[in-house]
């Protein structure tokens, strides 16, 4: 899978869930390390949606990990609390964001 590829995946996963009532800015940066490396970033903001291939630099959050376990918590089989625990991701910044946008994810 390309980066591109989980981008749409991502995507069309959110654009699916209520964000409407979103208020405000969700911005989080997911860097892919490992065999396959890159960044891209998700946008809520006053419930718009936004996933581009580049750098926040005002960003709440990054997620940092492998395309793998990045794409399985975008699909629910990974649940953020426990990656992190177990080493599979990292946060850093505003860890509250991060979870409001894996709550939008379960939807």
Same mark, same amino acid.
């Given at each position: 899978m390309t980066i591109d590829q989980l981008i749409g995946k991502i995507y069309n996963k959110l654009s699916k869930a209520d964000i409407s009532g979103t208020q405000g800015r969700?911005?989080?940066?997911?860097?892919?390390?490992? @065999?396959?490396?890159g960044v891209f970033y998700v946008e809520i903001l006053n419930g718009?949606?936004?996933?581009?291939?580049?750098?926040? &630099?005002?960003?709440d959050a990054s997620v940092s990990g492998t395309m793998t376990n990045i794409e399985k918590m975008?699909?629910? @089989?990974l649940v953020p609390q426990v990656a992190v625990?177990?080493? @599979? &991701?990292? &946060?850093?910044?505003?860890?509250? @964001?991060?979870?409001?946008?894996?709550?939008l994810l379960k939807q």
């Open positions: 969700v911005a989080v940066q997911f860097n892919l390390t490992g @065999k396959v490396s718009v949606l936004s996933v581009m291939p580049y750098e926040y &630099i005002d960003r975008f699909n629910g @089989k625990a177990e080493g @599979k &991701i990292s &946060i850093e910044g505003n860890v509250d @964001k991060v979870m409001l946008l894996a709550e």
